[in-house]
Antibody, heavy 117, light 107 residues
Framework: EVQLVESGGGLVQPGGSLRLSCAASGFTFSSYDMHWVRQATGKGLEWVSAIGTAGDTYYPGSVKGRFTISRENAKNSLYLQMNSLRAGDTAVYYC???????????WGQGTMVTVSS | EIVLTQSPGTLSLSPGERATLSCRASQSVSSSYLAWYQQKPGQAPRLLIYGASSRATGIPDRFSGSGSGTDFTLTISRLEPEDFAVYYCQQYGSSPTFGGGTKVEIK
């Protein structure tokens, strides 16, 4: 079964750091571009970062310089290192697989990140 | 950044009725790199449509997508009880962006 499972969420103080993980199974992880998408409670979806199969990375302005996406193909794992966290970063964070066409065809169940003092 | 505007914000319909959801882009979406997702409470989004009009694997044919350039539409021909959910459009031709969502609720 093709699956993505996120972990690493939790409560962190403003200015703190957190590292999210996403474990992939059921497909050749190294062959796919991967993404992180977040969703604040009751709000819409926001793309957070992407990493290509060659390790090239992409970010929107809202997280550039604070978040770092990485991958470890040998472990079929995707990561998101989040630094200088703010209250506005509070959300459920999903990892997602990019299909050949470019749409996001597989999503994990999400992990909750709460930034609060 | 391409901004996607979805309308209406909420659609109140009865099972069996037709649903028409709109997604308008602030600039042309290249090569129809436009997708639609369905999200139910407490669940992750699920891909319905990619390439503006192609159904994803396992998606019933009552779901259809159309449009190009800046105007796109998701149509659900006859609403089933399990179709009441929030629907998002997404463009992935450049840095991905999502629309604000349309909630399809039971009338």
């Amino acid at each position: 079964e093709v699956q993505l499972v996120e972990s690493g969420g939790g409560l962190v103080q403003p200015g703190g750091s957190l590292r999210l993980s996403c474990a992939a199974s059921g497909f050749t992880f190294s062959s796919y571009d991967m993404h992180w998408v977040r969703q604040a409670t009751g709000k819409g979806l926001e793309w957070v970062s992407a990493i290509g199969t060659a390790g090239d990375t992409y970010y929107p302005g809202s997280v550039k310089g604070r978040f770092t996406i990485s991958r470890e193909n040998a472990k079929n794992s995707l990561y998101l290192q989040m630094n200088s966290l703010r209250a506005g970063d509070t959300a459920v964070y999903y990892c997602a697989r990019e299909a050949t066409d470019g749409a996001f065809d597989i999503w994990g169940q999400g992990t909750m990140v709460t930034v609060s003092s | 950044e391409i901004v996607l505007t979805q309308s209406p914000g909420t659609l109140s319909l009865s099972p069996g009725e037709r649903a028409t959801l709109s997604c308008r882009a602030s600039q042309s979406v290249s090569s129809s790199y436009l997708a639609w997702y369905q999200q139910k409470p407490g669940q992750a989004p699920r891909l319905l449509i990619y390439g503006a009009s192609s159904r994803a694997t396992g998606i019933p044919d009552r779901f259809s997508g159309s449009g190009s350039g800046t105007d796109f539409t998701l149509t659900i021909s006859r609403l089933e009880p399990e179709d009441f959910a929030v629907y998002y459009c997404q463009q992935y031709g450049s840095s991905p962006t999502f629309g604000g969502g349309t909630k399809v609720e039971i009338k």
